[in-house]
């Protein structure tokens, strides 16, 4: 093994002298390493970027050339050189500090700043400069790096068994294409993560393709941050300018960004500013914690722009710092992006509606640069063999050199990897992670792993086991899984269940299970049966813990459960891309149950158990007699225009810009002894919108209703999600919070509309004291309207991220715009 890293690392340092270019350092002029830095042949937008360590390789054809190194802060360099021949030769560059000219300006009492003459020019030609390139393409080269310095031994009782050092290191090679407005398209065709040979990168050339003349940046943070050359900038930052200095015959403005507030979500730093044309010269700014970040506690972002065809400049290397920690973890990491051999497409409109089209490009035709079909859903193809490209491609094609670091984190992971891989290393790691402890038996649930054949166990805790109900009494339930995995995807999983309850002396037991095809069309079959109950309302509105807590504690029975014999078949394939369809046929024998205890915790006046029969304004009696039911359901779910990426092992799934709709079809059939005969429909339409600094806002809607309703039971009606507990139940886009479990369900038309606005930090951090805890503030509205209820409506506003994690909230219920009721409702809100 040894010899083998020996051989590799000589042979890595023969392919680089091998290559044609320049390589060398990027230094100040006392020594200190400006790590980094851009360097590329004047002219073009062939360049790179300084490793961490200031080292760079820049790619250079043979002939003469001007090659220029910038850093920030420092004045541009440049060299002339000549090659002849394949050859690689050395030029180190030591960069002076950038000497500012100040012109003879005072600026005296009352006098204004130069700074705002440049930003207030260069807000005039923000939005000529958002939309000046209609279209263009570009070689990207990505790379992240994560590092972990600090972790704690143990987190929530349980080891912390990953160590420090680097826990990320991936590099990737595409060609990105973008059109307006939010058109892309990325092929990847080389790809290397450290430890893993048949890893796939998820560096994505489309998440750093921020616009920075937007107004608002949007940085995928809970808010999108305001813009220094934004139209609202003055009323959220202060501009200092701090000179100029000369370079290609340009005078470039250096202007330091100060924000007015310390809670606001902007930037701080350095903006680089050109003087007359107003555009950027190069961007250094930086996010604090304070602004609105989780989990990361800074964000720093460089860009570098140079011009490329038709004089429009474009970044030619982008560079992302961070600094994380939570829970005891603390690290750092960045992502660098480098381009080169950009085409571009001007956007000939704008150019007319500011009358330099002719100025600019005189009679020239304009061409398109893409087709209309050069652009699908298909956001990223990662190309078959990109994993696969071998050290020399590596060394010929990496733009930033990698550091010792960095080169010793590869060798050794593609060592440890073998180690991994080997039957002895897993049985041993298996026998280490499968002992039994107090914490997992009792905590957290045991897991039991056999790596080798990808095959797994797991039982719940102990202390998740047990629920209480007044149906059953104290009940123990046992739900252990077994699955097996291939490429780290579940296959198939098997769980059998058993539970009995000490008050009815009832045992049930079912057992249900899923197998899934590896396709890029999300295919799984599921089936199950057995004897079991379950709740009148299938989707579960109250949770079998939340229930235990409000019996034991309050006195309050509010699940109403039936027992069901049964056995069903499911099936789920993606038809089409942004379809997906569900299916469920399901034959079952429903029982009606009836309370056998009385048992809680509370005193004797706050006992307020009732029938485990639903009391509904519809129906007077909801208890029904044996029957059968064979039940065929199907619903399709649409995301139009849904994005994804396909990668050689699978398919991944990003997001559309517009609304989710799910049609659901039931259908009651009355054959092979079943009992009933329905047709339900339902429409559900749920969306989440950015509304930039005022924060995000969800919504759902949802109507239907039954198209025939000859033979049915209550189980069948069309159930309302409802809350009468303290305690919210997070997850459902369809939750009532103060409507009445099972009162108003109904077999009538009915309409239901959601909506929740999330304000992020936009008003708490506006008030002292308040806004060093962080939190948030959020609004929503609920609103349902059927023949039995009319118009009911519920009013909520709350503050949520309470301790990072606690949300609460207090809601107000009007019916037929009479007072219905009012609570607090506790919750998770992160």
Not at 44 to 69: D, W
Not at 355 to 372: M, S, V
Not at 624 to 631: E, G, K, M, P, V
Not at 775 to 782: D, I, K, R, T, Y
Request: overall charge neutral.
């Amino acid at each position: 093994m040894r010899l083998v890293s020996y051989s590799l690392f000589f042979l890595s340092i023969f392919i680089v002298h091998s290559q044609t270019g320049i390589k060398g350092t990027t230094k100040s002029e006392s020594g200190e390493v400006l790590p980094f830095s851009t360097v590329y042949i004047k002219g073009t937008t062939n360049g790179t970027t300084s490793n961490s360590e200031g080292q760079y390789f820049l790619k250079t054809p043979k002939g003469s050339h001007i090659i220029v190194a910038q850093h920030v802060g420092y004045k541009v360099a440049e060299k002339a050189i000549t090659l002849n021949e394949a050859q690689t030769i050395r030029f180190d560059f030591a960069l002076k500090e950038q000497a500012l000219q100040l012109q003879e300006v005072v600026v005296t009492a009352g006098d204004e700043d130069p700074a705002y003459r440049v930003i207030r020019e260069a807000i005039k030609k923000r939005k000529f400069y958002e939309n000046e390139v209609n279209a263009f393409k570009t070689d990207a080269y990505l790379k992240g790096l994560f590092r972990l310095n600090k972790r704690p031994d143990k987190i929530l009782g349980q080891t912390v068994t990953i160590d420090t050092g680097i826990l990320y290191l991936s590099e990737s090679v595409s060609e990105f294409s973008f059109e307006l407005p939010d058109k892309v398209s990325e092929r990847m065709i080389s790809s290397k993560v450290s430890g893993d040979e048949q890893g796939f990168s998820f560096n994505k050339a489309s998440d750093f393709n921020i616009n920075s003349y937007s107004k608002f940046i949007d940085l995928d943070m809970e808010r999108e941050y305001v813009s220094p050359i934004s139209p609202q900038a003055f009323l959220f930052y202060d501009f200092e300018w701090l000179g100029y200095f000369e370079e290609n015959d340009k005078l470039i403005n250096k202007i330091k960004v100060i924000p007015k507030r310390s809670t606001d979500p902007v930037f701080e730093g350095i903006v680089y500013i050109v003087e007359d044309e107003w555009r950027f010269h190069t961007i250094d700014l930086l996010v604090t914690k304070a602004r609105g970040l989780e989990f990361i506690d800074s964000l720093k972002i460089n860009q570098v722009f140079a011009p490329t065809e038709y004089d429009i400049w474009m970044p030619i290397s982008q560079k992302y710092s961070f600094v994380f920690g939570a829970f005891g973890f603390k690290g750092s990491g960045y992502y660098i992006g480098v381009y080169s051999n950009y085409k571009v497409q001007p956007n000939y409109e704008v150019y007319r509606k500011a009358n330099l089209y002719e100025e600019k490009f005189g009679i020239k035709e304009e061409a398109d640069l893409f087709k209309e079909d050069d652009f699908s859903a298909e956001v990223l193809v990662v190309e078959e063999g990109s994993n696969e490209r071998d050290t020399t491609y590596w060394k010929k094609i990496r733009p930033v050199p990698l550091t010792e670091i960095e080169l010793y984190d590869y060798k050794v992971k593609d060592s440890i990897r073998l180690v991994k891989e080997s039957v002895p290393y897993k049985d041993s790691v298996d026998a280490e992670r499968n002992k039994l402890t107090i914490g997992n038996i009792f905590l957290s649930g045991y897991n039991h792993s056999n790596s080798v054949k990808e095959q797994y166990w797991s039982m719940q805790a102990v202390i998740s086991i047990f629920q209480f109900n007044t149906v059953e009494g104290f009940v123990p339930e046992i739900q252990p899984t077994i699955w097996k995995q291939r490429d780290q995807r579940t296959v198939y999983w098997v769980r059998p269940a058993i539970r009995y309850g000490f008050s009815n002396e009832k045992f049930h037991a079912k057992l249900e299970g899923s197998y899934r095809k590896l396709d890029n069309k999300f295919t799984r079959f599921y089936a199950g049966g057995g004897r079991y109950v379950a709740q009148f309302d299938e989707s579960e509105s109250i949770s079998p813990f939340i229930n235990s807590f409000v019996t034991l504690i309050n006195g309050e029975n509010f699940m109403k459960l039936f027992q069901k014999s049964f056995g069903y078949f499911r099936f789920q394939q993606e038809v089409k891309n942004g379809i997906l369809l569900n299916t469920k046929l399901e034959y079952a024998q429903r029982d009606t149950l009836t309370n056998t205890s009385d048992y809680t915790w509370a005193s004797d006046d706050k006992v307020n158990f009732t029938s485990n029969q639903p009391s509904n304004m519809e129906l007077a009696q909801t208890g029904f007699a044996t029957n059968q039911s064979l039940i065929l359901e199907a619903t399709v779910r649409l995301r139009f225009k849904q994005t994804y990426a396909t990668r050689p092992d699978r398919k991944f799934i990003y997001s559309s810009k517009y609304p989710e709709l799910f049609l659901t079809y039931k259908k009651g059939i009355k054959t092979l002894g079943s009992d009933v005969n329905f047709d339900f429909v339902e429409l559900r339409v749920t969306d989440e919108m950015s509304l930039g600094l005022v924060g995000t806002s969800s919504y759902a809607i949802a109507g239907g209703g039954f198209l025939n309703d000859k033979a049915l039971t209550f189980v069948d009606f069309r159930h309302f999600s409802g809350n009468q507990t303290s305690l919210s139940q997070v997850g459902d886009p369809l939750k009532f919070e103060l409507l009445p479990f099972y009162q108003f369900s109904t077999t009538k038309p009915f309409f239901e509309g959601h909506y929740e606005h999330h304000f992020n930090e936009f008003i708490f951090n506006k008030i002292p004291l308040v806004k060093k805890l962080n939190l948030q503030a959020v609004a929503s509205a609920n609103y349902l309207t059927t023949e039995t209820i009319g118009n009911y409506v519920e009013i909520g506003a709350g503050i949520e991220h309470i301790f990072k994690f606690m949300r609460v909230d207090y809601y107000w219920a009007f019916q037929n715009s009479n007072f219905f009721g009012s609570g607090f409702r506790i919750g998770v809100g992160f």
